[in-house]
T-cell receptor, first 113, second 113 residues
């Protein structure tokens, strides 16, 4: 089955700097890669996703890149702000009517003022 | 807005008890999922269902069962609760094939004493 590894487990960056979180996956059939953000005490929410036919996707300060050959994908947050502090989860799945979405172990991102 | 409602926010049970965690979604979603969230381990998939009366095992199904008698409701059952099942349980739903975005409930923090 699919296995998703995520690094680092914790990340602290200065406000205004960039943050990068990396994930690798094992199943070459996976073709959908979402990222979820979970603020303290709240439920996870989708922030961006990418499908395997695309190499990069950007939404304002957030971007995700995908390298299918190497089976890894990354989340990039630029110009970090205090509200970016949260736990971020990557995930992978094979898009189908019975899709099984497997998550990484999470990265706790802290933004230093 | 999609609503995924979990019946209890906090639950305390004793070892050996049978425990029911209920989840209801109001958007006619086909897929429903149960995850458990533990620090450092991320979100681990217990079971998912892609249709009424259909279920598939996730990565950690041992000690759990599920029931989906109606499309909007997905129940997680701990047949005989054990202390290692103390965890945060998150239910989620998604509309497939149009969109794989997961909508999470607010979670149930289960403590087994």
């Amino acid at each position: 089955g699919e296995n998703v590894e995520q690094h680092p487990s914790t990340l602290s960056v200065q406000e205004g700097d960039s943050a990068v979180i990396k994930c690798t996956y094992s199943d070459s059939a996976s073709n959908y890669f979402p990222w979820y953000k979970q603020e303290l005490g709240k439920r996870p929410q989708l922030i961006i996703d990418i499908r395997s036919n695309v190499g990069e996707k950007k939404d304002q300060r957030i971007a995700v890149t995908l390298n299918k050959t190497a089976k890894h994908f990354s989340l990039h947050i630029t110009e970090t702000q205090p509200e970016d502090s949260a736990v971020y989860f990557c995930a992978a799945s094979t898009y189908s009517s019975a899709s099984k979405i497997i998550f990484g172990s999470g990265t706790r991102l802290s933004i230093r003022p | 807005d999609v609503k995924v409602t979990q019946s209890s926010r906090y639950l305390v049970k004793r070892t050996g008890e049978k425990v029911f965690l209920e989840c209801v979604q109001d958007m006619d979603h086909e897929n429903m999922f149960w995850y458990r969230q533990d620090p450092g381990l991320g979100l681990r998939l217990i079971y998912f269902s892609y249709d009424v009366k259909m279920k598939e095992k996730g990565d950690i199904p041992e000690g759990y069962s599920v029931s989906r008698e109606k499309k909007e409701r997905f129940s997680l059952i701990l047949e005989s609760a054990s202390t290692n099942q103390t965890s945060m349980y998150l239910c989620a739903s998604s509309l497939v094939p149009k969109n794989e975005k997961l909508f999470f409930g607010s979670g149930t923090q289960l403590s087994v004493l």
